[in-house]
């Protein structure tokens, strides 16, 4: 499966459109975490625990987008976008959608 977050894949040919195919998740981090990140706020630095939540949700939400493309016989996926947004209070969405092409 290829995936790319441009509308084409150099030196191959989209033969057929198969539509918009997208992934998501909604994840929180443990309570001990965001102690940690709010002790973090007051020294300054990177808070690795919400990195690491992003690049987790970040793998997951791309894996569930491969696997819809998957299913509706895709081998690319092109015009990959992804986005976050808060859901609740100590809580984040990571969205990814992109289009779900057949290329020869």
Excluded: C, W
Excluded at 7 to 20: A, C, Q, R, S, Y
Excluded at 51 to 79: F, K, Y
């Amino acid at each position: 499966m290829e995936i790319t977050n441009i509308e084409t894949i150099p030196g191959k040919n989209i033969v057929k459109h198969l539509g918009m195919v997208q992934g998501n998740t909604v994840r929180a981090k443990h309570i001990g975490r965001d102690f940690m990140a709010g002790l973090k706020n007051i020294v300054g630095g990177e808070l690795v625990g919400y990195t690491e939540l992003l690049n987790e949700s970040r793998e997951e939400a791309t894996q569930r987008m491969i696997s819809q493309a998957q299913a509706i016989g895709a081998n690319a996926v092109v015009n990959v976008r992804f986005s976050t947004s808060s859901v609740t209070a100590g809580a984040a969405e990571l969205f990814v959608y992109g289009t779900a092409v057949l290329v020869e």
